[in-house]
C-alpha cells in the first residue's frame, strides 16, 4: 500500500469551501505615476515566455505528508520544486515556472479546495503542463522507485502518458526503479454519463481544466535505497536537475510553435 497517497488521502478531496485567492496570483503589474500625480496605473501584461510550467509541491500547511528520518515530505518536495526551477531558469530562458506555494501556506485548509485552486492556479497563468511533486512511502518499507499517477480522461490521458514516460526515463536515468505510471477511478463520484472519475483531485481537476496534470512520486522516502536520492541538497539538486531536463525537452517537443 502506498502511504503518501492512501494514509494522507493526499489526492482526493471533494470538500468545497471559500478561499481567499492568494496574492501571487496575481500577473498584472502597474507602471508609472507618482505619489503626487492623479494615480492612473495602466495595466501591462507581463511578456510570456513560449513554454510555461507550473510545479505543485505537494502537501503544505497542516498536510505534512510522509514523513521519515525526521523530515517531512511537504518540505523535500518544496525544495525540490525550487531546485527544478533553478535549474531551469538557468538552463532554459525560455521556460516560465510557477509554483503553486513558495512556503508551507496552502491556497485553503480544506483539501478539497486546496487541491482544487492548485490546479486553478497553473490554468490561470496559462501553464501548459502541471507537475504535482510528491514522495511515497509503503508499509513495509520495502518499495522503491518512481511512479506517475495520471488522469485516464481522454483529453489529456494520451499527452499525460508521455510526460509520465519521459519523467519516468529521467528517473530511471539515475538508477531509480521504473515502477510506471497509473490511473485510478474513483469509487464514487461518476461524471454525467455515469463513468467514474479520476480519484486523484490533481488529475480529476486537470482534466476539467484541460491541462495534462500528473502526480509524480520520484522515489520512496521511507526506504534506504531510494532515501539515497533525497538524503541531502546535492542528491535533491542532482535528482531534480535529471526532472527539469525532462520536464524542458518534453515543453519543448510538445509546445514550440
Ligand atoms: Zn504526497
Not at 521519515?68 to 523535500?76: A, K, M, Q, S
Not at 495520471?150 to 530511471?172: R, V, Y
Amino acid at each position: 500500500m502506498m502511504l503518501c497517497m492512501l494514509a494522507t488521502a493526499c489526492e482526493r478531496g471533494d470538500e468545497e469551501e471559500d478561499y481567499k485567492p492568494v496574492d501571487h496570483l496575481s500577473k498584472v503589474v502597474t507602471q508609472g505615476g507618482t505619489p503626487s500625480a492623479t494615480p492612473t496605473p495602466t495595466p501591462t501584461e507581463v511578456p510570456r515566455k513560449p513554454y510555461i510550467l507550473c510545479l505543485d509541491p505537494g502537501h503544505g500547511g497542516k498536510w505534512t505528508g510522509a514523513m521519515y528520518h525526521g523530515v517531512e515530505e511537504r518540505n523535500l518536495v518544496l525544495q525540490l520544486a525550487k531546485e527544478i526551477r533553478s535549474y531551469l531558469n538557468e538552463h532554459y530562458p525560455d521556460i516560465e515556472v510557477y509554483l503553486t506555494r513558495e512556503t508551507n501556506d496552502c491556497f485553503s485548509s480544506d483539501l478539497g479546495t486546496d487541491l482544487r485552486k492548485r490546479v486553478e492556479f497553473a490554468k490561470e497563468n496559462g501553464a501548459q503542463i502541471l507537475v504535482s511533486l510528491h514522495l511515497n512511502a509503503s508499509d513495509a518499507h520495502n518499495l522503491r522507485g518512481t511512479m506517475v499517477c495520471i488522469s485516464k480522461q481522454p483529453n489529456i490521458n494520451g499527452i499525460s502518458i508521455e510526460l509520465a514516460n519521459a519523467l519516468l526515463d529521467a528517473t530511471e536515468s539515475l538508477g531509480l526503479k521504473r515502477r510506471g505510471y497509473e490511473t485510478r477511478n474513483s469509487g464514487d463520484t461518476f461524471d454525467e454519463n455515469g463513468v467514474p472519475v479520476d480519484y486523484y483531485a490533481i488529475c480529476r481537476h486537470g482534466s476539467s481544466l484541460g491541462i495534462p496534470a500528473v502526480i509524480l512520486e520520484s522515489c520512496f522516502m521511507d526506504n534506504s535505497i531510494d532515501y539515497e536520492y533525497i538524503k541531502d541538497d546535492k542528491a535533491i539538486r542532482k535528482l531534480a536537475a535529471a526532472e527539469a531536463e525532462a520536464m524542458a525537452k518534453f515543453l519543448i517537443s510538445h509546445y514550440s510553435k
